[in-house]
């Protein structure tokens, strides 16, 4: 433990917006990254969680009452602290948090929107040929590059547009505006599962893929239920994502 890096600023940001699904694609796939190989990562992540099962737990209003009281004690100048009450609200808040620690780990059922953070990742970059038809349209390789470089508004938008112009892939210009939808920092996570859904109408070869990130849409919205079915149908076709798909199925 001497080797211990220091906890920043920076690192609780990252991790608060890991958990709130604000990251970029390339920000989360970083993110992840880093704490596939840092254990200490690992563990702030997991405390930060069971801070959050805190405040579910002992009650959103009192905990952020004592939060509040126990920092502007923080800030008042060390004179005029009076030493009682600093331990007594250290000691509540600690007892608080070791409640909500003890009541995550013992909690078998993940939080969903967990779950999202976790899987999610941007699919792949589309390209201009694909089962050998040609993808000419002006909109669709507009939304190619927006897609590319990340502005997923512009390129859902695009890809939109792109059903429209004739030798557009319909399924294709479909499933990547549910992408993009969903691989933005405000994410329409509806919009998203409409686009996933117009996928699914039709036997094609993105149905496994667009089944996958409908369920992990459906997670984010905490809709459980619906999520589970999907997942359940895409793990008997036993290909895609196949690890993936039954590790979420074994917590839910």
Do not use: C
Request: proline share 3%; charged share 30%.
């Amino acid at each position: 433990m001497g080797n211990k890096k220091p906890y920043t600023l920076e690192m609780q940001e990252k991790i608060e917006k890991y958990i709130d699904g604000k990251m970029t694609a390339a920000e989360r796939t970083a993110f992840k990254q880093a704490l596939s190989a840092d254990p200490e990562l690992q563990h702030e992540l997991t405390l930060e969680r069971s801070a959050r099962e805190v405040v579910k737990v002992a009650g959103r209003t009192a905990l952020k009452k004592k939060l509040e009281q126990f920092e502007s004690e923080i800030e008042t100048p060390v004179r005029r602290i009076r030493p009682f009450r600093y331990w007594a609200v250290a000691a509540t808040v600690l007892a608080l948090f070791t409640a909500g620690f003890w009541f995550f780990q013992n909690n078998k059922t993940p939080v969903p929107a967990d779950i999202f953070a976790d899987h999610f990742e941007k699919y792949r970059n589309p390209i201009l040929v694909r089962s050998g038809e040609n993808i000419t349209g002006n909109n669709w390789e507009a939304a190619i590059e927006k897609y590319a470089a990340g502005e997923y508004a512009a390129a859902a938008i695009l890809f939109q547009k792109s059903l429209n112009e004739k030798n557009t892939i319909k399924y294709l210009a479909h499933f990547y505006t549910g992408a993009s939808l969903l691989a933005k920092p405000d994410a329409d996570v509806e919009g998203a599962i409409s686009a996933f859904d117009e996928v699914l109408k039709s036997d094609n070869d993105y149905r496994q893929q667009a089944m996958w990130y409908k369920a992990l849409a459906l997670l984010k919205l905490d809709r459980v239920g619906e999520a589970k079915i999907v997942l359940q149908e895409l793990e008997k076709i036993n290909d895609y994502k196949k690890e993936e798909v039954r590790e979420i199925l074994k917590g839910l």
